[in-house]
């Protein structure tokens, strides 16, 4: 039975990784709607994952959401000389364990790594973003963020993020409008990969992205699919951790 169910997911992590041109695709067995156990498992497979990749000396930069917390839980120490954790954007309307900085700082500690914070309210209005980001403390570790060598994340369903987020009623409307699928950075996608609404964050852009080589997503469970696919059709991660249940939803659509 262990054998088929590896097999099985052998196949999948080949059959994805062509769909969506990945560099790796890691799956694992179950469905994280149903089982907290799996997405426990996404964490643990994340975790040895970026074992594999870290060197002395890299920056890390980790986005919120329950996943990310879980690869949080699953960390040990990395085993590596200065290691340095930072969030990849601030504070949010969200509850403190979910959000970027707890995570973060969580992590360093488990990976007995260094880390820096990100003391700015997300979202910001344009007006306190373009004096926030001279700060000089701001400045700093928004540098670090950017060139960042390694970054994870989660990828969220557009509605659901939108809601746990409090986000406001007008912006709310347009995602939907849009049909959002997606998010993930703050970024909305529709399911064609275009970005519908953009939450202005000091911290991690899209084009950021561009730059590092390991960027790494995690996000499983059949709810997740189409979140999965629309931000792939043009995200900029190389590596997809996901579970069973996402891939086969993901094969099919
Ligand atoms: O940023 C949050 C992620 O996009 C998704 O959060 O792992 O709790 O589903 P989650």
């Not at 074992?51 to 329950?66: E, F, L, P, Q």
């Not at 970027?100 to 992590?107: E, V």
């Not at 701001?138 to 369903?157: F, T, Y």
């Amino acid at each position: 039975q262990l054998m088929r169910e590896i097999s099985g997911v052998k196949v999948l992590e080949h059959q994805v990784k062509e769909k969506l041109q990945l560099d790796k695709v890691i799956v694992v067995p179950g469905n994280s709607d149903k089982e907290r156990r799996v997405k426990q498992e996404l964490g643990k497979a994340c975790v040895s994952y970026l074992k594999d990749v870290i060197k002395d000396h890299m920056t890390i930069a980790v986005t919120g959401g329950s996943t990310m917390s879980l690869v949080a839980e699953s960390m040990t120490p990395l085993n590596k000389k200065d290691c340095l954790f930072v969030p990849s954007r601030g504070g949010l309307g969200e509850q403190v364990e979910n959000q970027a900085n707890t995570i973060c700082a969580q992590m360093a500690k488990r990976a007995q790594g260094e880390y820096r914070l990100l003391y700015v309210p997300d979202p910001i209005s344009e007006k306190a973003y373009q004096s926030i980001i001279e700060e000089p403390a701001v400045k700093e570790i928004s540098n670090e963020i950017q060139n960042a060598d390694i970054v994870l994340h989660g990828i969220g369903d557009a509605i659901t993020m939108a809601n746990r987020r409090k986000t406001p009623k007008s912006q709310l409307e347009k995602i939907k409008e849009a049909d959002g699928a997606g998010e993930a950075f703050g970024y909305y996608f529709d399911k064609s990969g275009n970005i519908v609404h953009k939450v202005r964050t000091v911290g991690l852009q899209m084009e950021d992205l561009q730059k590092i080589n390991q960027v790494i997503a995690v996000a499983g469970g059949t709810s997740k699919a189409d979140a999965i696919e629309s931000y792939f059709k043009q995200g900029q991660s190389n590596v997809l951790i996901t579970d069973e249940a996402a891939a086969e939803k993901l094969l099919k659509g």
